[in-house]
């Protein structure tokens, strides 16, 4: 059985608390869906926002490899893959951006109605919390360039994985409840 560290349960102990803040932001959208839901199929762009939900969820299969690199000694190995796993969370990222201009375009904002304020509330939290991770990711990348970078930047890389992948298991369920029940 794999022990996780102090790192780690910290992290743990700290998404906890952020899966309460999720589950409550999830709950008040499902329970004014029904009100806000009224045009929110038109506005919405399920098929490109799959494509960046592609490059988020990739990026923790990359962000594994870049682990399993580290595990073996690898730096070159880590770095790759945790730049990739960089690259394909500010795609989502980016992504995310071209989502919000769209509906901006189209009148759609937190302040016109119950959609875009529980849409924008929801998802812009999550972006906030890609956004934290990235700059995460980056700070490790740096400090892999550090001839000190030892066995306690190491456990900070199961710190921040643990942060990543739980970003991306958040995202799969916003996406399935916002863009899934208007695309289907």
Not at 38 to 49: E, K, Q
Not at 73 to 87: D, E, K, P, Q, Y
Not at 140 to 157: I, K, M, P, S
Request: hydrophobic share 55%; glycine share 10%.
């Amino acid at each position: 059985m794999r022990r996780f560290t102090t790192a780690q349960t910290a992290v743990a102990a700290f998404l906890l608390s952020e899966a309460v803040f999720f589950g409550f932001l999830i709950a008040a959208y499902v329970y004014f869906y029904p009100q806000a839901a009224r045009g929110a199929g038109r506005d919405l762009d399920p098929p490109r926002t799959l494509i960046f939900t592609l490059c988020l969820l990739a990026s923790s299969a990359t962000l594994w490899l870049a682990e399993r690199r580290m595990t073996a000694g690898g730096r070159n190995g880590f770095r790759l893959w945790l730049g990739v796993t960089i690259a394909l969370g500010a795609v989502f990222l980016a992504g995310q951006g071209l989502e919000y201009a769209g509906l901006f375009a189209k009148s759609v904002t937190p302040e016109r109605d119950l959609f875009g304020a529980t849409f924008f509330t929801l998802t812009g939290f999550h972006g906030f919390h890609v956004l934290c991770g990235l700059v995460s990711l980056l700070a490790l990348l740096a400090l892999t360039f550090r001839a000190d970078f030892g066995e306690a930047a190491r456990r900070g890389v199961g710190a921040v994985a643990l942060y990543w992948h739980f970003v991306d298991a958040v995202w799969i369920v916003i996406f399935s409840l916002v863009y899934l029940t208007v695309w289907i």
